[in-house]
């Protein structure tokens, strides 16, 4: 017997949103696309471990379990309880989004991803907004280094403008604004056990595992 026949008494919509619950998938922690070890001496194996297997797997049981509690509140038309579940999904959503895309935006130490480009439409569009990559770099770790208390710093392209941009987001927010090109955790769980205090520092090393060939995909994708 079908679900929806299962549910007669529902109201068509109610039975609609039911089955669709049903049938959407989890979301699932993704694996990390090259071995907990090889950002050192960037970021070593202790954070990765902790950083990928504990943090962002809560944020992916947080998304689930607030999308559970979506399809709930919104079978029994709870619009108070809908408004009150948004912090939930924000802050899971947005941790989910922002470290796929960060685990993505880190390759090996010494690898050829890490290897800023001389030419192609990236190396293009920073020597046209930044005059340079140092110069990228320095106004980047800057403004990240100003956030206060936990969020990101990206590197984001405007569609706008039509111009590469660096912005911050406070805590798990996601970056709506800008199409993503890079990303810099800021969160203490990103750097604490390897700089402790000193995230100036953990800002100048993570540039040696930066994907610049991620970037360029990002970015070509973005164009």
């Known amino acids: 017997m079908s679900l929806t026949r299962a549910l007669p008494r529902a109201s068509l919509a109610r039975r609609t949103l039911v089955v669709a619950a049903a049938a959407r998938g989890k ?81 090996p130490t010494g690898s050829q991803e890490t290897q800023q480009p001389s030419s192609g439409k990236l190396a293009d569009q920073v020597k046209k907004d930044f005059g340079s990559f140092e110069n990228l770099i320095t106004e980047m770790n800057a403004k990240t280094a100003g956030i206060q208390g936990s969020g990101w710093g990206w590197l984001g392209y405007s569609p706008k403008t039509k111009s590469l941009e660096i912005v911050t987001t406070a805590n798990q927010d996601p970056l709506l604004t800008h199409v993503p090109i890079l990303g810099i955790d800021i969160w203490e769980h990103a750097f604490y056990l390897d700089y402790k205090n000193v995230k100036v520092d953990y800002l100048k090393n993570i540039w040696a595992v930066m994907n610049w060939a991620e970037a360029e995909k990002r970015l070509a994708a973005a164009l």
């Open 27 to 107: 979301h699932t922690l993704p694996d990390l696309p090259y071995a907990y070890e090889a950002l050192e001496p960037s970021i070593s194996k202790q954070i990765m471990t902790l950083h990928h297997d504990k943090h962002h797997a809560t944020y992916v049981a947080g998304l689930n379990a607030a999308e559970e509690n979506l399809a709930k509140l919104q079978a029994a038309s709870d619009v108070k309880g809908l408004i009150s579940l948004q912090a939930a999904l924000k802050f899971n959503g947005g941790g989910h989004i922002n470290h796929s895309l960060f685990w993505k935006n880190l390759a």
